[in-house]
């Protein structure tokens, strides 16, 4: 006769999805994009990630510890990994060191530990770190290193690159300029139209993301793929990405076709800066969007309204950060509304009525 | 065109590894050693135990009835084989917690022998009522598992006027493969089973719904059915819990049955295949369900296979006959993997509802190393009621359970969909399970509480009346006291 003890109820078998496998997805899917854009801006991009994963993995550790948790099991989950990676990717690639340090240190222990740690947070920490550090250090976070890819003649080397990192760039104008959508603004404001500030604008170079921007934003295809293979994957679903995208599209199109001169294409709108790493890696976040797919399509559709509203008569070029964490916000009233109907129940809850025969 | 506007037919679920291959493959085992002793539960049914009618020492032949049915749902027990009643009292039940329950145990003599079986030339000569109580005397209740006395469902069923008899073909779970086998050996008498279920609840139209990765169950289905065209045999997708009778009357008639219905009073009802099967046996040849089909599978046994085995055979038994190897075994589960129960050890009796037993190893279980839940929404999108497991979770953990039952907590059927996806390893069912049970238990404690509350205050207003009564004897006496000493005063004034 055997004996086991422990009871245990169903279902006695699992699918073979753990939490670290599903962060390793994400940081798989990321990295195309992110290979590209350390090699596009070069060593000091390559030590600012190093700064800023290594930093929110830290951080993570020593919160963990100050709450007297085994640190190991927390810090293999690869969440920590994650974040740290999702904010460098959002930083200007040539930020001094400590804005790593600090973007790191505001994500996991203001954006996260203080919650209670993993799936605890209401906003995004990755948006929370980037809307604070861009708030309260607008000069260095919003200087923009032009493409000096690495092994090119005239990008830094590495010496120079250290010194880039750990003591500032002298110098400044001679090595960064606007981005795209930073540089429309400005001319909006010296009163050009339109057709006569994008003279230059290449969709080709933009889209391959040979441009001035976030470290690991400036590539629309590799983001793109790398999105796809997640849905393919069955990592995150298509809701929110897709009515995300498709609210901005229609809404460009929309004003677009009625001014031309005064609101960018659609095109333009999803080819630029951090428009599909939005929808795809930080819009979807499990944590903080809601939990049902017609939540997550108004989610998905609320993230695009906000964002184009803010590009296109905010203050700020880029409006992702801002309406992520505002949508944040809304996601619990969200949840709490929409809510899959029961079987045999109708929408407000009450037993269905006999259907008569 | 405009199909997807339709109300959808299936929701949620998962697709669950089959893992079927290595006992379907394989013909129903029918030589099953007669184990020396039997041990038959009273209850092995939804409903009232059933009552004993014989003495320990009574000899008793295979077929005879051993306990009768007690009240409106109960079904009664029969003698799985031939030999003596040695024992009437309390053994471990086939529960997670084995605690014990009234059993009959019988020793074999090893003959076998069936009581006397009348068979029957024409069964639709009878009268469905007949039917019915035929069905009833034999004990057969659901053997998908959820062992329902079948009679009143028949009965239910006419009462209802019913238009549509759903035959339960789907064994959506895992490692279960004992309604495909018998669907394939046996579907003559299924088909047969189901035509005399027709025929008891005056009704015209059944369908025998299969799950489409068991083909060869559906052609054989589908062959023995073509002579009778009002019964159907489709196929449905495969997808656990496809069996769950409410999903699968959604699917196969659109309709959808409303909470604290039975699926009758929509004009449906559903029936298991071995339940068809055990219906032609004691219509057609007169005899009562004592013996049925169990898959025995698992990474921990050395021959996979359907048995079919009497009731009340002991698991170790079985797992002796199916070489099974103790040490790798890291959990017994009675059922499916997914809604079956574990089991504390193998001394356990078989009974009506066991569809299988699965001797599991480690590496098949799913990880017990629970981490947070990240809110990933999976186990809302796998869950087959529309629940939202994580919220009601989240609730049960700081001990809300009323705000757990708000958000659907009894609408929970514990299919252990959310549990199976689950990233984070958290044992939603467990909780669900816990909640459920701690709710009725609340509720049984504020109803004690409630009823003390009324015997103390008619006890208080008892008291009081009594009281009361004592104060006006008392001042009925003081107030005659005084009179006679008024009128005693008077006479001595007079005198």
Known sequence: MMIHHKPASGAHVGANLSVSQIMWRVVLALSPATAFGLWLFGWPAVFLFLITISSAVLFEAFCVRLRGRPVKPVIMDGSALLTGWLLAMTLPPWAPWWIGVVGAGLAIVLGKQVYGGLGQNLFNPAMLARVALLISFPIEMTTWANVSPLFFANSPGFAESWHITFSGLQNLDAYTGATMLGYIKTEFSQNRLLPDILKDYSPALNFIGWTRGSLGETSTVLMGLGGVWLIREKIIQWQIPVSLLVTVAVLASLFHLIDGDHYISPFLHLNSGAMLCVAFFIATDYVTSPNTPTGQLVFGAGCGLLIFVIRTWGAYPEGAGFAILLMNSATPLIDHYIRPRIYGRDRQGKPLEIPKL | ?495
């Open chain 2, 1 to 495: 065109m405009l199909s997807w506007l339709k109300p959808q037919r299936i929701r949620g679920g998962v697709h669950a590894d089959e893992r079927k291959a290595s006992t379907s493959t394989q013909a129903i085992v029918n030589r099953f050693p007669l184990p020396e002793k039997l041990y038959i539960p009273l209850q092995q049914h939804v409903g009232k135990p059933a009552e004993p009618l014989i003495r320990v020492g009574d000899t008793v032949l295979k077929g005879q009835l051993l306990a009768y049915s007690q009240g409106m749902i109960s079904a009664p027990v029969h003698a799985p084989s031939s030999g003596v009643i040695l024992d009437v009292n309390d053994y471990p039940a086939p529960h997670p917690s084995a605690l014990p329950i009234r059993m009959i145990v019988l020793e074999t003599d090893g003959k076998d022998q069936w009581v006397d079986t009348p068979e029957i030339d024409d069964p639709f000569q009878l009268s469905p009522e007949d039917i019915s109580l035929r069905v009833g005397a034999a004990g057969i209740v659901g053997l998908g598992g959820a062992t329902f006395p079948t009679a009143v469902k028949l009965n239910m069923g006419r009462e209802n006027h019913i238009d549509t008899l759903i035959i339960n073909g789907a064994e959506c779970e895992p490692y279960l493969s004992c309604d495909d086998r018998q669907m394939q050996e046996r579907s003559e008498q299924i088909i047969d089973g189901v035509r005399l279920m027709l025929h008891g609840m005056e009704t015209h139209h059944a369908v025998v719904a299969i799950e489409d990765n068991k083909p060869q169950a559906f052609y054989a289905m589908a062959a023995a059915a073509r002579l009778f065209p009002e019964i159907k045999v489709m196929q449905i997708p495969t997808r656990y819990p496809m069996g769950w009778d409410r999903q699968l009357i959604r699917y196969v008639t659109g309709r959808e049955v409303p909470v604290g219905c039975r699926s009758s009073e929509i004009g449906v009802t559903i029936h298991n295949v071995g339940t068809a099967y055990a219906t032609h046996k004691a219509i057609r040849h007169g005899q009562p369900l004592v013996s049925r089909v169990i898959t025995v599978s698992g990474g921990a046994v050395g021959k996979p296979m359907n048995v079919e085995v009497p009731l009340g055979t002991l698991i170790s038994e079985l797992f002796a006959f199916c070489e099974v190897d103790a040490a790798q075994t890291a959990r017994i589960v009675m059922g499916g993997p997914m809604m079956g129960d574990s089991l504390p050890h193998s001394g356990l009796p078989t009974v009506k509802a066991t569809s299988g037993i699965l001797a599991l190893t480690q590496n098949e279980l799913k990880s017990t190393d629970e981490q947070p839940c990240i809110r990933c929404a999976s186990c809302v999108g796998v869950c087959p009621a529309g629940l939202r497991p994580l919220d009601m979770a989240n609730n049960i953990r700081v001990n809300q359970l009323d705000a757990a039952v708000d958000i659907g907590l009894k609408d929970c059927i514990s299919c252990g969909c959310c549990s199976y996806i689950c990233p984070s390893n958290i044992p939603l069912v467990q909780y669900f399970k816990y909640a459920s049970g701690e709710v009725a238990a609340r509720q049984q404690a504020q109803h004690k509480s409630e009823q003390t509350k009324k015997l103390m205050e008619a006890r208080q207003a008892r008291l009081d009346r009594i009281a009361e009564q004592q104060r006006l004897e008392e001042e009925a006496r003081i107030a005659a006291k005084k009179e006679r000493d008024r009128l005693k005063a008077e006479q001595e004034a007079v005198v």
